[in-house]
């Protein structure tokens, strides 16, 4: 089963403290930490388990500048077989639907079989998938978070749904899925799996090489505020170390009644 997988390098929440930018049209980047965004993590570990048990590549693909070759090859030590990096001047400031469209033009290019995504990303918009699957004219399921493959033809996809509740799915391959964290633990990445990777060969494609010009990248939404709302009234906000901040929280709740 040839099998590609979608992902985007996107600053680390767990390493860095995100704020507005003083223009308020973005996160401030300066000095940021990148990593592969969590729920892509998710959808490679599953690709590569689906590659174990019945054969076939795995390749991991991205838009983005030459900084995000580095999740690519991250994925790669993981267990992903091959990487493309898409990446032209004409793709930056695109919106999710560029982005797929520039994922579609690679992917026409190829023969894949089941094509995952994230189930979001940093922006949380959660559209790419659908998207590219619109584009491409082939079945999509969101919000995945099991997977089991019948046959060449076919494909079992659990998704979760509004109150806990679980819906099971048959789906024709070709097919895209956004894929749910919690679908299986991605495994560790070490030192030597990234450098057992770090000199193979990820190619570029740019606008040109794909067919594409910038009117057909060109961002139809464009953000025009970016903000961190108003507390609301009678919100209190925690201040100090993380320990003051949880014992002073446990004392809240006391006082609340929420905890004894």
């Known amino acids: 089963m040839e099998i590609l997988v979608c992902v985007k390098r996107v600053p680390d929440t767990s390493e860095n403290e995100i704020e507005v930018n003083s223009k308020g049209t973005d996160i401030d980047r300066d000095d940021l930490v990148y990593s592969v965004n969590e729920w892509d993590n998710y959808a490679v570990e599953e690709a590569i388990q689906i590659r174990d048990k019945v054969g076939g590549t795995v390749t ?44 579609k033009a690679e992917i026409e290019k190829g023969n894949y079989d089941l094509i995952l995504t994230g189930a979001q990303a940093d922006d949380g918009a959660g559209q790419v998938g659908g998207m590219l699957a619109a584009m491409l004219d082939v079945p999509y399921a969101s919000l995945v978070n099991y997977l089991e493959v019948i046959d060449d033809k076919k494909i079992k996809a659990g998704r979760e749904i509004a109150g806990g509740n679980q819906e099971m799915n048959e789906i024709e391959l070709p097919c895209v899925l956004s894929i749910q964290t919690g679908i299986n633990e991605p495994r560790y990445v070490g030192i030597r799996g990234i450098r057992k990777v770090a000199s193979l060969d990820i190619p570029v494609r740019t606008a040109g090489d794909l067919g594409l010009d910038a009117s057909a990248v060109a961002p139809k939404v464009n953000r025009v505020d970016y903000f961190v709302p108003e507390p609301g009234e009678g919100a209190e906000m925690l201040e100090g170390s993380t320990e003051e901040i949880i014992e002073k929280l446990v004392e809240i709740l006391k006082a609340k009644g929420g905890i004894k």
């Open 60 to 103: 991991v693909i991205t838009v983005g500048d030459e900084e995000a070759e580095e999740v690519l090859r991250r994925e790669m030590a993981m267990g992903a077989d091959k990487g493309i990096l898409l990446s032209d001047e004409a793709f930056e400031g695109t919106d999710g639907r560029g982005i797929a469209a520039i994922l």
